[in-house]
């Protein structure tokens, strides 16, 4: 499958303006979710064999292999009921805000393929919660899913960081009952004041309403607590991490995401003046730097899915060996193909994969 991709359907991707290749995936995802006969054949192909199959538990679920497509590629929940036939263990759609919105001004998408990197400034266009909500309704909801499905809440655009609690707790509000678990992106460094909201003072305050609305639910009849966890930027400081993880262990979250994108520029794109974040290859050691510290931070006790860089088994391995329970790609499907799930998760269940010494 690999040699197909990289020799007819890349290029032709490639010629496409990068957003408007992205939109063609998602169609053609959308399309293979809705042929039941090739999916179901599909999931068969590339679902791992009894004998390496060893499910993951995270957070109260349960995982068949420990890659999943993170948040980004599927915005409005139309393509990731096929995203178990491409091999994924989860799929993490999103972000959603409260409020639809349109995102930044196009361009917006920007691929460097010498480095298996993209540099995107999205700005959470989306259709809102209330159209994602109705939408996954009609869809096969927690418990009946091949796979688990996370979904990715931010914060409106239009909405000042003074009522972003709020705003995320009307999101949680209606999409809640959707999810088999919930992330707050406080991350994304495409939404103005957006990362100001990983600042202790504003992270307690959102975390605090979240929480405590999640309590409420549980003593629903025929509610439950839903897993919580938090995105965080890969250009916090050490210092900025531990104050992170205060407030995740004071509010009992369930997980932390490592990492979103980065504004840094580091080697290359030094010389590159897009403005948004850097995703994909660039990206690989400090989020595996930043992994290997939540890790040893929290006794290995906090699970962590690990993001960014991830572009073959030794990288994906890497953040699991740093301490992740768990791994997401996007930009590296766009480089090795669709396929590249089925091909990492085979590769992190053999059993004679040697670790990496990313752990230390």
Do not use: C
């Amino acid at each position: 499958m690999g040699f197909w991709y990289e020799r007819f359907v890349k290029p032709a991707l490639f010629r496409l303006d990068a957003e408007r290749a992205h939109e063609s995936s998602v169609r053609a995802l959308t399309l293979l979710g809705r042929l039941a006969p090739l999916r179901k054949g599909l999931e068969a192909w590339t679902r791992l064999p009894a004998s390496r199959r060893r499910p993951i538990t995270a957070f109260g679920l349960e995982f068949p292999n420990a890659v999943g497509l993170a948040a980004g590629f599927d915005k409005n929940a139309v393509a990731w009921p096929a995203a178990a036939a491409l091999g994924f263990g989860h799929v993490e759609i999103g972000s959603v805000t409260m409020r639809p919105q349109p995102g930044n001004p196009a361009p917006r998408v920007f691929r460097y393929p010498a480095q298996e990197a993209v540099i995107n400034r999205m700005g959470f266009n989306n259709d809102g919660a209330a159209a994602v909500a109705a939408r996954l309704r009609r869809q096969p909801g927690p418990g009946k899913r091949q796979i688990p499905l996370g979904i990715n809440l931010g914060k409106s655009k239009v909405v000042d960081l003074d009522q972003a609690a709020q705003d995320y707790l009307a999101s949680f509000g209606e999409l809640g009952d959707l999810a088999d678990y919930l992330v707050l992106n406080v991350s994304s460094p495409n939404t103005p004041g957006l990362r100001q909201l990983q600042d202790e003072a504003r992270l307690r305050e959102l975390v605090g309403v979240i929480g405590a609305a999640n309590r409420s639910r549980a003593t629903q009849p025929g509610r439950a607590r839903v897993p919580i966890l938090l995105k965080i930027a890969p250009d916090l400081n050490f210092h900025q991490i531990d104050a992170v993880l205060g407030v995740i262990a004071e509010f009992g979250l369930d997980g932390v995401i490592a990492t979103n994108t980065t504004l840094e520029r580091p080697g290359y794109f030094a010389g590159v003046h897009e403005a948004g974040g850097l995703s994909g290859a660039p990206l690989r050691w400090r989020s595996t730097g930043i992994i290997h510290y939540l890790a040893r931070a929290t006794g290995g006790r906090l699970p962590i899915i690990g993001v960014g860089g991830i572009t073959d088994a030794a990288s994906a391995g890497e953040k699991l060996d740093a301490g992740a329970t768990l791994v997401q790609v996007y930009t590296g499907l766009v480089y090795r193909g669709p396929f590249f799930a089925r091909d990492l998760a085979w590769a992190l269940a053999d059993p004679l994969r040697s670790p990496s010494r990313a752990g230390g």
